[in-house]
């Protein structure tokens, strides 16, 4: 059954939270403009713009009955049918009821029957309820004017708060020493979480196993690459015949999932993350952590996060050696990111110069090279050093930090660890905070699809 999504990040949240439960114990209400990812199996609405209606222009509002004037809807519906956007009516509940009542079915009823005749869209809308404290619930409503249960609704700060449907399964005995640190509730959170990683070698493979021993509801697997004898050092799992037989590093990690038994379903996409599919399968994941060597898909990713609201965790690692058993330099780093914060190119991990010459390389590989050899563009490191111990250690550092914004356990903020650091020549952890964003992709924040995809014309 096609599952349905929420997504908003945490200043939207709480721009929500703000108008709709002011303190006075009466309902208030919000709509939003909602971008989509159109999918066969998962429809998401991604928060773009809100909108809150007035308290003075609310006919009622009692502590359980709000009624209001539609007339800031009219502008809102003509966007929506322009850009094909979702409408997301949103309203509180301040006594706590944690359901639709019988007045908002037949308030829904009635005003997603005009929604759905003036947009004349072929996707749904959608009704959401916040309670005290934060937490969201909701329905879609289909164009035959059904109402279908939100599977789950996310919202992305520095902590990662994930509200999943009841309906879905709790962790089994499988999962039980788990439970015993992170409790049920997180369990139930994992069980419940599709995670997209990108890159499924030397940090991808360890952190795709680790997930799915944590539970993970769903995998998203991508990468281009064929197994090779080279890399048996560090895929886990990965076998001599695989090597030989050049079988996908994403279909010898599905195996592997599968060959647990655990119950964690995979996805993968043998592509280069900068193809259609690609970036719609990964879309429909709920945080994506990137494992490329790369600046190109990373930039990409920081992109596709902003657009679909998803927080994104990277990993780098940089060895540097002599070749003869000399060490230069050997140090990495796991970066949290938020869809409204500070990019990876805010804070100077590559430049857009080193995006242009990978992309140049992938496309046109002749013309990388002549330019290049011509000294107009510096070349990129295609064989560099890969420890698989260091590797590892970084892929528990960053999958330790998804479960520290799923569960914030630490004595200090999540704000505090945007950025973590790792010098293994000086055996010392470094933690930053959040550094000031450009704001480069604030406005497509929960833009959703779009033509072409990401607005980048190679995704057409």
Partial sequence: MKKYKLRLTESQHSQLKGHLLPGDGCEAVAIALCGRRRDAKNHCLIVHKIVPIPYEECKERTPDRVTWSTQRLVPLLEEAERKDLAVLKIHSHPGGYDRFSGVDDASDSD?????????????????????????????????????????????????????????????TSQFERNAQLFGAGTMHILQSLAVAVIGCSGTGSPVVEQLARLGVGRLILVDPDKVEVKNLNRILNATREDAVLGRPKVKVLAKAIANMGLGTEVEYVAENLLTKGAVELVATADIVIGCMDGVEGRHVLNRLAAYYSMPYIDIGVKLVADGVGGIDEACAAVHYMRPDGATLLDRKVYNMEQVRAEGLRRTDPKAYREQVKAGYIH???????????????????????????????????????????????????????EGLSSGMFSKFIGRGDSDPLLNLPELS
């Fill in 111 to 171: 005003l997603f029957n005009s929604i759905s005749a003036w947009t004349d869209s072929e996707y749904p809308h959608c009704s959401a309820i916040m309670l005290p404290g934060g937490k969201m619930f909701g329905r879609v409503i289909l164009p035959t004017g059904e109402f279908r249960a939100l599977d789950s609704a996310l919202v992305v700060g520095d902590d990662i708060r994930f509200w999943p449907h009841e309906s879905i399964g709790r962790a």
């Fill in 379 to 433: 070349g990129i490191d295609e064989d560099r050093p890969a420890v698989i111990s260091i590797n590892m250690q970084m892929a528990s550092c960053a999958v330790n930090e998804l479960l520290s914004r799923l569960h914030p356990y630490r004595l200090d903020s999540n704000s505090e660890s945007a950025i973590i650091r790792h010098s293994f020549m000086q055996a010392q952890e470094y933690r930053e905070k």
